[in-house]
T-cell receptor, first 112, second 116 residues
Framework: GQQLNQSPQSMFIQEGEDVSMNCTSS?????WLWYKQDPGEGPVLLIALYKAGELTSNGRLTAQFGITRKDSFLNISASIPSDVGIYFC????????????FGKGITLSVRP | EAQVTQNPRYLITVTGKKLTVTCSQN?????MSWYRQDPGLGLRQIYY???????DKGDVPEGYKVSRKEKRNFPLILESPSPNQTSLYFCASSLSWPGTRQNEQFFGPGTRLTVL
């Protein structure tokens, strides 16, 4: 099936630093989504991207839909301790058997 | 409050003992889905339902059953659980297909299942 690649599996940063994570695929997607999962909870949608090249911000978070439609990145600026969690990308492609495909997630740790 | 609820939140059981994890949403959503989350594997879809009485397999349906008799409920059934079904399970719902505009997918709090 379709696969989304997120790496590395874990990232460790210092509070106040910016961090960027990307998500790549061999397939084209019509939608890219970024979710965050806090410890002990379900994922929550951070940003949704629906058009190639689209750049969208949500507070300190910025995400972009790659121009090739095969990738997306998420940037967190001026990280704070509550940014800790697992960040998932997800891609959606319309057509027969449309479904959401998730990446494996990146666990972010923020050192105070 | 708009939410997706799951019960139980934690369950320890033994191999072969049938169990059901319930999922309910109060947002009148058409689309509901079950995922399992395993370390290093991320979220994998088990089954989904686009409407009442309409269900379809996801990526990892083996060993699971679902039903959608009412719009708000989407229980996950393990007829004969095995240790490889030990995992963290999430139910989710959205108005329509979750990758389309204005169709944010809401996740439940998760059910941690251990099969001994």
């Amino acid at each position: 099936g379709q696969q989304l690649n997120q790496s590395p599996q874990s990232m460790f940063i210092q509070e106040g630093e910016d961090v960027s994570m990307n998500c790549t695929s061999s397939s084209i997607f019509n939608t890219w989504l970024w979710y965050k999962q806090d410890p002990g909870e379900g994922p929550v949608l951070l940003i949704a991207l629906y058009k190639a090249g689209e750049l969208t911000s949500n507070g300190r978070l910025t995400a972009q839909f790659g121009i090739t439609r095969k990738d997306s990145f998420l940037n967190i600026s001026a990280s704070i301790p509550s940014d800790v969690g697992i960040y998932f990308c997800a891609g959606f492609r319309t057509g027969a058997n449309s479904k959401l495909t998730f990446g494996k997630g990146i666990t972010l740790s923020v050192r105070p | 409050e708009a939410q997706v609820t799951q019960n139980p939140r934690y369950l320890i059981t033994v191999t072969g003992k049938k169990l059901t994890v319930t999922c309910s949403q109060n947002m009148n959503h058409e689309y509901m889905s079950w995922y399992r989350q395993d370390p290093g594997l991320g979220l994998r879809q088990i089954y989904y339902s686009m409407n009442v009485e309409v269900t379809d397999k996801g990526d990892v349906p083996e060993g699971y059953k679902v039903s959608r008799k009412e719009k708000r409920n989407f229980p996950l059934i393990l007829e004969s659980p095995s240790p490889n079904q030990t995992s963290l399970y999430f139910c989710a719902s959205s108005l329509s297909w979750p990758g389309t505009r204005q169709n944010e997918q809401f996740f439940g709090p998760g059910t941690r299942l251990t099969v001994l």
